[in-house]
T-cell receptor, first 116, second 114 residues
Framework: DAGITQSPRHKVTETGTPVTLRCHQTENHRYMYWYRQDPGHGLRLIHYSYGVKDTDKGEVSDGYSVSRSKTEDFLLTLESATSSQTSVYFC???????????????FGEGSRLTVL | AQSVTQPDIHITVSEGASLELRCNYSYGATPYLFWYVQSPGQGLQLLLKYFSGDTLVQGIKGFEAEFKRSQSSFNLRKPSVHWSDAAEYFCAVLDSGGYQKVTFGTGTKLQVIP
C-alpha cells in the first residue's frame, strides 16, 4: 500500500474556526491532491500540487487554501469553516507519468470533517 | 473540459449474477480512463485503466472494462459477482491539461444480495 497518512481522521469543529488537514506521504511522489467527497457529487478536486511550493486550484477551491513546503507534506486549510464544508476529504498522490502509471492516483483513508 | 457520467446511482445484483456498470465520458481526443473502487470507510483503489491499444482491459478482482469510442463509453463488467464486491465504484478520466489531474464521476453504489 502507498504510504499516505491523513490527519486528523475525524474532526468536529464550529462555524468560523480555522481547520488544517494534513497529508503526509512516504513515496516521494511529485503530485499531491486534495479531493472532497459528498453524496451525489463523487470526488471533486479542491487543490493540487505539482511540486514543492507549486500549487493550483481545482474545481471547488473557494474557502480553501493549501501549502506544500516539503515534498512529503500537503496541508489543506479552511480559513473559516462553514457548514457547507462538512465532508470527507481525501488526499491522493501520483508519480511523474510514464507509459504505465499515467494518471494513477493513490489515496489516503480520508478525513471526516463536521462543521457545526 | 472533460467529464464522466455514471447514470446509475445505485445497483442491486444477486450474488453470482453478472454485473455491468455504465460510464460515459466527454473528451476530445483519446482519453485516459480509469475505474476505482471504494469499500465503506476506505479510500479509493484502482481497479483498471485504459490508455490505448486493446479496448478490453483486465483489472484486479476479476473485473474488466471495454472502451468503445463510438459510444463514448467505458463500462465495467464482472461475470459473477461476489458479496465482497459490494462497494462504490467510480469512473474517472485524466485531464489533458497536465499535472495529472483526474476528474471523477458521481459513483455507482453496488449492493449484492444473497
Amino acid at each position: 500500500d502507498a504510504g499516505i497518512t491523513q490527519s486528523p481522521r475525524h474532526k468536529v469543529t464550529e462555524t468560523g474556526t480555522p481547520v488544517t488537514l494534513r497529508c503526509h506521504q512516504t513515496e516521494n511522489h511529485r503530485y499531491m491532491y486534495w479531493y472532497r467527497q459528498d453524496p451525489g457529487h463523487g470526488l471533486r478536486l479542491i487543490h493540487y500540487s505539482y511540486g514543492v511550493k507549486d500549487t493550483d486550484k481545482g474545481e471547488v477551491s473557494d474557502g480553501y487554501s493549501v501549502s506544500r513546503s516539503k515534498t512529503e507534506d500537503f496541508l489543506l486549510t479552511l480559513e473559516s469553516a462553514t457548514s457547507s464544508q462538512t465532508s470527507v476529504y481525501f488526499c491522493a498522490i501520483s508519480e511523474d507519468p510514464d507509459r504505465t502509471n499515467t494518471g494513477e492516483l493513490f489515496f489516503g483513508e480520508g478525513s471526516r470533517l463536521t462543521v457545526l | 473540459a472533460q467529464s464522466v457520467t455514471q447514470p446509475d446511482i445505485h445497483i442491486t445484483v444477486s450474488e453470482g449474477a453478472s454485473l455491468e456498470l455504465r460510464c460515459n465520458y466527454s473528451y476530445g481526443a483519446t482519453p485516459y480512463l480509469f475505474w476505482y473502487v471504494q469499500s465503506p470507510g476506505q479510500g479509493l483503489q484502482l481497479l483498471l485503466k485504459y490508455f490505448s491499444g486493446d479496448t478490453l482491459v483486465q483489472g484486479i478482482k476479476g473485473f474488466e472494462a471495454e472502451f468503445k469510442r463510438s459510444q463514448s463509453s467505458f463500462n465495467l463488467r464482472k461475470p459473477s459477482v461476489h458479496w465482497s464486491d459490494a462497494a462504490e465504484y467510480f469512473c474517472a478520466v485524466l485531464d489533458s491539461g497536465g499535472y495529472q489531474k483526474v476528474t471523477f464521476g458521481t459513483g455507482t453504489k453496488l449492493q449484492v444480495i444473497p
